[in-house]
């Protein structure tokens, strides 16, 4: 089966069940959040539930530069599997919480086994295909991203019908389920690097090589500075959109939770799509389509995320997160393929872990100062105010970010 030509495509519907239970999981929460107030009612407070969302997004960013060097250098197949049967038993203990406290606990130990994921997933995929299909791959992955977060909306519907612990459990099963199953279906990339035999790299690599290579390259450094920017609406739109559509809308969560994460699902999955397709065809005439494509995206968020903040009809906040969606998937579809222009296969999920943490970490602050925002009322500003930032981010990949190659292994 590995051998097949079609099998590079397998992996990424494989790892698209993993990415959609990776959002799925992580998700949930923040729909859910009205269901569990009863039972744990320090969530009733907006400080105290960005806190509990913070947490993940703090563990996670501080975990993603260790998991990227951790997938650089061991079988990515076991390293995804173990990290999918982590999150999901999780997710299924979450069920049992009876405190605050042991929800913030049970999602630092989730930030940690998910960190785990994107950077093997994302270079894994990057290897098995090449030049002519990689943003597509890329961005066909990131769509599993978009449908677990719009099905981690259903968490508020499905809790409002049963409970909220039942909910956390069924979800937590489906991802034991299949982390056993991908124990016969995935395998690992060979490289010339890698030996099937002992899996290990053959030449004997310092541990921290990869990112003091990454940390004297300025490409990377620009590329680093846009996706921290990019991050800030990006992590907002998933933790605090369901609230904001609640608010402006004037409609109860378990009907805004799912509006919310189906409307920005969607719209990214459209975008992703369409940025893979046009990245993968206008890279093969200039070797910045991918950058360009890229930058069409973060110039459809600005004024997106104007309209979203200060929009109050159905009509123009949901144009607003339709357009946000489709420019923020052109984005996405195409980081893991411009860090192949600059970056070895050696490196490269250690440059996504780089990435991830600091994206992350913004998404962090992000979420705790909305939390705030939120307390006093000004949720939509604090959204309007990110569309500067991005202009910002915008001119600096364009002006700095110039490729030679499209695979950096060609050199």
């Known amino acids: 089966m590995k051998n097949s030509k079609y099998y590079p495509w397998l992996v990424v519907a494989l790892l698209w069940i993993v990415a959609l239970l990776n959002y799925m999981d992580r998700q949930m929460l923040a729909t859910m959040r009205p269901s569990m107030e009863n039972d744990i009612p320090e969530l009733v407070s907006g400080e105290n539930f ?5 947490v993940f997004l703090w563990i996670y960013a501080l975990m993603s530069p260790v998991s990227g060097v951790i997938a650089d250098k061991v079988n990515r ?3 995804i599997i173990g990290s999918l049967f982590v999150w999901s038993a999780v997710t299924y203990a979450m069920g049992y919480a009876k405190t605050y406290d042991e929800v913030y606990w049970l999602r630092a130990i989730m930030g940690v086994s998910e960190a785990l994921y994107i950077p093997a997933g994302l270079s894994l995929i990057a290897d ?3 030049q002519k299909t990689r943003s597509l791959a890329i961005g066909i992955h990131m769509t599993g991203l978009y449908v677990g977060s719009a099905l981690g909306g259903f968490g508020a ?3 409002a019908r049963y409970s909220w612990n039942s909910t956390f459990h069924h979800f937590g099963i489906v991802g034991v389920v299949y982390s056993i199953i991908l124990i016969f279906f995935l395998y690992e990339k060979k490289t010339k690097v890698f030996d099937p035999e002992f899996n290990k790299t053959n030449e004997k690599v310092p541990l921290l090589k990869g990112l003091a290579l990454l940390f004297t390259n300025i490409s990377f450094w620009v590329i680093l500075f846009y996706f921290a920017i990019i991050s800030l609406p990006g992590w907002a739109t998933k933790n605090w959109l369901p609230t904001l559509f609640s608010d402006n809308l004037n409609i109860t969560m378990d ?3 799912p509006l919310a994460t189906i409307t920005i ?4 999955l459209l975008g992703v799509l369409f940025g893979g397709v046009l990245s993968d065809k206008w890279v093969q005439k200039n070797i910045k389509g991918r950058i360009y494509t890229s930058a069409i995206g973060l110039s459809l968020t600005i004024p997106a995320l104007m309209l979203i903040g200060f929009g109050h009809s159905l009509f123009h906040v949901v144009g607003a997160v339709l357009c946000f969606g489709i420019g923020y998937g052109m984005f996405d579809a195409n980081n893991m393929p411009i860090i192949c ?8 999920a250690t440059a996504y872990g780089v990435l991830n943490m600091t994206g992350v970490g ?7 100062l909305l939390g705030k925002s939120a307390d006093t009322g000004n949720l939509g500003y604090g959204f309007s105010l990110m569309a500067g930032v991005v202009l910002i981010a915008l001119i600096v990949q364009i002006s700095f970010l110039r490729p030679k190659v499209n695979d950096f292994d060609d050199l």
């Open 50 to 54: 960005g806190r509990l969302m913070a």
């Open 77 to 79: 197949k076991w390293l």
């Open 128 to 130: 098995y295909h090449q």
């Open 157 to 159: 519907t499905i809790a």
């Open 255 to 257: 009907q805004a939770g």
């Open 265 to 268: 699902s969607f719209s990214s």
């Open 341 to 348: 222009q600059f970056v070895s296969s050696k490196y490269r």
């Open 362 to 368: 913004c998404g962090a602050l992000v979420t705790s």
